[in-house]
């Protein structure tokens, strides 16, 4: 049903960006892409979460060449993981004790992935990043492993330039986001598929 694939689009957008708080309270890294927002946030002035809408909307519009059509979930994904990252940064305390950060980052990681899968697995529309990887692959023929790396690896070295956090988190989410988004994915695939009642004899 679309109703129930829309809550799960919706309750994955808002743990991907619980995820996200919870690695930025953690203090010990964070993943490529909010590396970047992080050092233009620095820059800015702007909140981590407007930033990561601009930008979510900035690397839409690079669909257009690319000939990548947005889902209903693409624009969600743009605005509700930014408002859920920062609402999230108002409640959540600062932490200082390592352990406690460490415990925040372990969960970040979880989450987001978690997150991710759910509104993969909403099947509305992938998210503008992972949109800009597909279009690199369709259109200009790099496979989705290179197109990813080259990506992240830009956006990672672009944040750091700026001044954003760069650390054990960002190790940790590289190397776990991959399998851990593979555990929860099947999962969220048969929540979002749409129930077919077999016809009445």
Known sequence: ????????????????????????????????????????????????????????????????????????????????????LDASLVVLPEVSALAARAGLLAAGVVLTAAGCAAYIGAGMGTGPRDGLMIGLNQRLGWSIRVSRLLIELGVLAGGWLLGGSVGLGTVVFAVGIGPLVQIFLPWFQALGRETRVAPST
């Open 1 to 84: 049903m679309f109703m129930r694939r829309f809550i799960q689009l919706q309750l994955g957008l808002c743990l991907f960006g619980f995820g996200a708080a919870l690695m930025v309270r953690s203090n010990l890294g964070l993943d490529p892409w909010n590396v970047f927002h992080q050092g233009l946030s620095l820059r800015t002035g702007m909140s981590l979460g407007v930033v990561s809408i601009l930008m979510g909307v900035a690397v839409m519009l690079m669909w257009i060449p690319l000939r990548q059509k947005p889902g209903l979930g693409t624009l969600f994904n743009i605005v509700v993981i930014g408002l859920a």
